[in-house]
């Protein structure tokens, strides 16, 4: 079954000025609206979320919520995870496009936790995470994994 997820992207300026505005707003009843510009290196707000941050926010966290719901399911104690994810923004073959997204989580486990079965998990997780599946990008996963 399909399910949508409606949002409003609003801006307001005059691209026939040559520093125009690049700020917006996404919006979508109910959630917090959520401050977006362009890179900082496109003439973007650096304090703002742009496109190539919520790609790589999108996967990173999809694939946190994917691997979570595995180990739920195989009954693996995962106590933390905190993941310090990294967009690629590069151009190849003149195409300018993110080509990886490094997710390098820290994960938290109870004491006597397989190790092997949590990579596992993680690496499983990349095959049913939503967004992974939908973007061409390259996932470049380097979990690290610690017993507490």
Known sequence: ????????VGWTGNTLDGTYNRNATVTNPGKHALAVSSAPE?????????????L?????????????ALC???????????????????????????????????????????????IELFEKAHKYCFVANSVTCEAVMAPRVIEV
């Open 42 to 54: 496109y003439a973007g707000d650096p304090t703002r979320w742009n496109p190539e941050d919520l």
């Open 72 to 118: 739920a399911k195989t009954k693996i104690q995962v106590l933390a995870y905190e993941d310090h994810a990294e967009a690629v923004l590069d151009t190849v073959d003149k195409v300018t496009r993110i080509t990886k997204v490094h997710l390098r989580p820290v994960i938290r486990v109870a004491q006597g936790t397989s190790m092997a079965k949590v």
């Open 1 to 8: 079954m399909a399910h949508t997820y409606p949002l409003t």
């Open 56 to 68: 790589g926010s999108a996967l990173a966290t999809c694939h946190m919520l994917t691997f979570l």
